[in-house]
Nanobody, 126 residues
Framework: VQLQASGGGLVQVGGYLRLSCAAS????????TGWFRQAPGLEREFVAV????????YYRDSVKGRFTISRDNAKSTVVLQMNSLKPEDTAVYYC????????????????????WGQGTQVTVSS
């Protein structure tokens, strides 16, 4: 499956952005989809993930209560709504998809994802 991330931009502290991940190439059914981010000089880190059926959703602690992940399988789209943005949220955000296990530790891990989008820059200014 091919993924296209969009929706990044420059926003002030406390603002919001809505990232979208659009899938194409084959059926989106069965693909668990996550958002990861990478700031300059740092490793790519987990942000949020949603299983293909929406039954399993996980967030990194620092975004809980501020970010919401959702999906529309009919439109092959996963959305990350980001509210109350902070400077430390500044990074390139990537969406990624994988099939198979819904074990939390696997869904949270960068290395288990086989399909990646190109990334979209999010910059939060103070």
């Amino acid at each position: 499956v091919q993924l296209q991330a969009s929706g990044g931009g420059l926003v002030q502290v406390g603002g919001y952005l809505r990232l979208s991940c659009a899938a194409s190439g084959r059926t989106f059914r069965g693909y668990h989809t996550g958002w990861f981010r990478q700031a300059p000089g740092l490793e790519r880190e987990f942000v949020a993930v949603i299983s293909w059926d929406g039954d399993s959703i996980y967030y990194r602690d620092s975004v809980k209560g501020r970010f919401t992940i959702s999906r529309d399988n009919a439109k092959s789209t996963v959305v990350l709504q980001m509210n109350s943005l902070k400077p430390e949220d500044t990074a390139v955000y990537y969406c990624a998809a994988r099939m198979g296990s819904v074990r939390e530790e696997i869904l949270r891990s960068v290395r288990y994802y086989s399909s990646w989008g190109q990334g979209t820059q999010v910059t939060v200014s103070s």
